[in-house]
């Protein structure tokens, strides 16, 4: 699966990788000593936790590796006027009578509560290849959306 990233979320992802491998890893080995140091590890919830932890630490290692392996780099020379990932958007939502600004990113990135949706999402697959001044209905569980684009900004 390939990941979409901008530069800076690509910068991002790569120094908490580096955190955790450098700094995370050695925490947890810490704790998992500490924990050693109390006996029977049978009975150890210390030991428990910290172990779980440590397997959890290392699956975000993984998946943070996997995600930079695969990833996509957005580059900002889409067509003009044409939503693409990367692009910025304002639309009119015709139902609610209210423009809004969405930003469309890889899944890695969006934050629905900051308006930056994933190019994967129904509303973000829906509006990617289409033009300014075109409406466009997204199909829903709870009903139809449709949005007017106003307007497409790259970068």
Request: charged share 30%; with cysteine; net charge negative.
């Amino acid at each position: 699966m390939t990941h979409f990233l901008t530069p800076e979320g690509k910068k991002q992802l790569e120094e908490k990788l580096a955190y955790y491998k450098s700094t995370r890893r050695v925490e947890v080995a810490q704790k998992i000593a500490i924990a050693r140091e109390f006996g029977d590890l049978s009975e150890n919830a210390e030991y428990d936790a910290a172990k779980e932890e440590q397997g959890n630490i290392e699956a975000e290692i993984k998946q943070m590796e996997d995600i930079l392996l695969n990833c996509k780099i957005i580059e900002s020379n889409e067509e003009d006027g044409v939503v693409g990932i990367g692009s910025s958007i304002k639309v009119y939502d015709e139902e609610f009578d209210e423009e809004l600004w969405l930003k469309i990113l890889g899944s890695t990135e969006s934050d629905p509560a900051k308006g930056i949706i994933s190019n994967n999402s129904p509303v973000g697959s829906a509006l990617v290849g289409h033009k300014v001044g075109e409406r466009v209905t997204v199909k829903m569980d709870a009903g139809d959306i449709t949005y007017k684009i106003l307007a497409v900004n790259h970068g």
